[in-house]
């Protein structure tokens, strides 16, 4: 009897059938069914494994020690991690091929290795290279070693054999279980080798940190039971034209999700962005431009509105957004019409955000309204000033989350004014000195206030 059992799954969801679709009956996806050889010999390591399990015991007798975490070497990493490294935590770390995965990663590993025991799997490079971006970096290590291999069961050798504090899998699409038949990168080997990987760090209490690839959508490649089975899952974004970096957590089970740390890629390597708020803001009181503060996780921003308005040579005005959902600003744009008064349907609209920072948060609604009505009138908003307010489809301005840390952040800047909803009588007398602040409750009452010119009505030739 053969000792081989054959199966299909889909490498877009992962899901499993018994025979081949030409699409996946899962997520509809064409193509993307592969054949892959299983061994039978997994029901023997299973019938091992729940012999030599743990056994239970009382909740209470479970040690409730406060985690000792150490740090990555960059202050804005371990924001994002939630304070640090925990020990027996697996991390993910994902981004576009080129982004500086390996470079962050080679970095951290250096700075940790100055004080814990250290091991660097590459699987995608051999160790003379590695040593050639090393020596780029410039960086200084002390107990940290370095391991080529992409076979499974010898990394896992090596890591046992090293049993160090921090070990780093690079990459882990390149890493393949002998087991399995199927090639290196499939759905199985991913789900295999990071189930293998995840249960020798919780067993022994290593902190794993593995990189994953993206695929052309800028998801996690591999399934997303991946996703899952880590702890922490981080995206390391950017582009081509900037040289800034944004590490933003998407899950963290010892942290809060969407932090972000802001690093700027250099010849010599990564350094960390120690205020951010300053790279997207220019301070500038120009028509078309408003400051608003937003949130990232537990961080406030504050982030330059860009609008320009202009009228339209279309049969269907023009809507464009940087950094902004445009969903968001067509809803801005009805409201605007309803309680302001002004047709901005014979208009183009473009919005951007400074330095295309993408922003969530909804009380960046207020902003985005005054720098479209700015623009629209050519009157620049009261000067250094920022506005912070989500916009109610009833022409309200609604309250915004994290209103003290927002307020504390445009008095650190050195902000003059601030716009924003009603506030608590406790907030507003601990600020009441060190900026000015407006509460105002509709949409009309902010454009009143932030624009010199009172006249709003719109006269086309």
């Known amino acids: ?49 729940i012999k030599n399990s743990k056994k239970s015991i009382p909740f209470n007798e ?38 500086g995965k390996s470079t962050i990663v080679l970095q951290s590993a250096g700075k940790i290795s100055l004080n814990e025991k250290v091991l660097y799997i590459t699987a995608e490079e051999s160790l003379e290279q590695v040593k050639i971006r090393w020596e780029r970096l410039n960086q200084n290590s002390i107990d940290l070693k370095i391991f080529a291999e992409t076979n499974l069961s010898l990394i896992i050798e090596e890591i046992k054999r090293v049993n160090p504090c921090f070990a780093i899998i690079d990459s882990i699409q390149a890493i393949h279980n002998n087991e399995m038949q199927s090639s290196p990168g499939s759905v199985s080997q991913v789900r295999a080798c ?12 290593i902190a794993l940190l593995i990189i994953g690839h993206v695929t052309k959508d800028g998801a996690l490649a ?82 330059d509105i860009q609008a320009l308005v202009n009228k339209t040579f279309y049969s269907n005005p ?32 473009y919005i951007a955000t400074g330095g295309g920072f993408e922003i969530n948060d909804p009380s960046s609604d207020l902003g985005v309204a005054i720098s479209i009505l700015s623009s629209l009138k050519n009157i620049p908003p009261l000067a250094n000033s920022s506005f912070i307010g989500e916009l109610g489809l009833s022409g309200q301005v609604r309250k ?33 000195n060190l900026i000015n602040i407006k509460e105002i409750s509709n949409i009309k009452e902010a454009v009143d206030y932030s624009l010199t010119d009172k006249k709003l009505e719109v006269h086309i030739d």
Not at 72 to 87: A, H, N, Y
Not at 194 to 205: G, R
Not at 233 to 260: A, C, M, P, Q, Y
Request: with cysteine.
């Open 1 to 49: 009897m053969s000792s081989k059992l054959s199966t299909f799954i889909c490498q877009n969801c992962g899901s499993e059938t018994s025979q081949y679709f030409g699409k996946c009956l899962n997520c509809n996806s064409w193509n993307s069914i592969v054949e892959e050889i299983k061994s039978k010999n997994s029901k023997y390591k299973e019938i091992n494994d």
């Open 400 to 432: 915004s989350n994290n209103l003290r840390k927002k307020i504390e952040e445009a008095v650190r800047l050195g902000i003059k004014n601030i716009v924003v909803p009603k506030l608590e009588e406790e907030i507003n007398n601990n600020f009441q």
């Open 318 to 349: 023009r809507r464009t957004t940087t950094g902004i959902s445009i969903n968001r600003l067509h809803q801005i744009l009805a409201v605007i019409e309803k309680h302001v008064g002004i047709k901005l349907s014979e208009f183009d609209c």
């Open 222 to 303: 591999g399934p997303k039971t991946l996703e899952h089975l880590v702890d922490t899952v981080i995206n390391f974004e950017g582009d081509n034209i900037s040289s800034h970096r944004l590490l933003r957590s998407i899950k963290n089970r010892f942290g809060s999700t969407f932090e972000i740390g802001i690093f700027e890629m250099l010849e010599e390597g990564l350094r960390e962005i120690k205020n951010p708020s300053s790279i997207f803001t220019n301070k500038e009181n120009i028509a078309g431009v408003t400051t608003t503060i937003t949130n990232e996780g537990t961080r406030p921003l504050a982030v």
């Open 62 to 99: 479970i040690s409730s020690k406060k985690i000792s975490r150490f740090t990555s070497g960059f202050r804005e990493f371990d924001r994002v991690l939630g304070g640090g490294i925990v020990p027996g935590s697996v991390v993910l770390l994902g981004g576009e091929p080129g982004i």
């Open 194 to 205: 990071s189930s293998e990987l995840q249960n020798l760090a919780k067993d022994n209490n």
